[in-house]
């Protein structure tokens, strides 16, 4: 009876190990905001300047991975979920501190005011004439919300393309984005209006967040990765 119990356990134990994964697999989301995280339709595949870097360090640091695109909120959220979770380009904002281990920055971007030219808000030249105007932004982003913060009307909008169409209807004023990325846009052909850029408001570092519960040693290792890539 005494040797059945402990090949019972011994079959247990085994039985765990099998099933135990044998690598540590991480879930990554990203938006569609190029250059820096995008779908690339000719090679079907996540890339940028952010992407490349994330995938880098992955690889480097021996682990697993799947990169996932999403709207921005979906992607955010996905992160919170559960350990080896994690979203980009990030901006490490104080709410978001405590939530994230938070890995680079990747990339740096411009938080900037455009403006259809021509219209009053076209001519203001600093960030609380924007006070009188209303200003869209994407859901959930950093830059939007820390307008709404400071008390500035805003509007947001789930996929940020459709800030153009409203900032031409003038259903906004203003448009909150990196100058970076509507130049990409601009350049691949996408359609476009007069537009000016009013004010710069900050510089900003962008990360790869990953849930707090992820193991520290891990980050550490993605931390390492991510500061030896000088390309």
């Known amino acids: 009876m005494k040797s059945l119990l402990v090949f019972l356990i011994a079959l247990l134990c085994a039985s765990v190990a099998v099933s135990a994964p044998t690598a540590k697999s991480y879930q990554i989301s990203t938006e569609d905001y190029p250059p820096y995280n995008h ?3 000719k090679n079907k595949t996540i890339v940028g300047l952010a992407t490349r870097k994330v995938r880098t360090a992955m690889e480097k ?25 994690c979203v980009y380009s990030t901006a490490r ?43 869209g932004g994407l859901e959930g982003d950093a830059s939007l919300s820390e307008l709404k913060r400071q008390g500035f009307k805003t509007e947001s909008v789930v996929t ?7 900032l031409v209807g003038q259903r906004i004023q203003l448009w909150i984005d990196d100058p970076v990325y509507i130049d990409f846009e601009k350049q691949k052909g996408t359609e476009f209006f007069d537009y000016v850029k009013v004010v710069k408001i900050a510089s900003v570092d962008l990360y ?13 290792l993605l931390k390492k990765s991510v500061a030896s890539d000088s390309r």
């Open 39 to 41: 779908y690339d339709d």
């Open 61 to 85: 640091s021996g682990f697993e991975y799947q990169i996932r695109l999403y709207p921005w909120l979906r992607a955010y959220n996905r992160a919170l979920s559960g350990a080896r979770h």
């Open 93 to 135: 904002t104080a709410e978001r501190e405590a939530l994230f281990h938070w890995v680079g920055p990747l990339v740096t971007v411009e938080w900037a005011l455009f403006a259809k030219k021509g219209t009053p808000a076209a001519s203001i030249q600093k960030l609380e004439d924007a006070r009188q105007f209303v200003i």
């Open 160 to 166: 940020n393309w459709l800030n153009k169409d409203k």
């Open 208 to 220: 790869l967040a990953c849930n707090i519960k992820t193991p520290s040693a891990e980050i550490e």
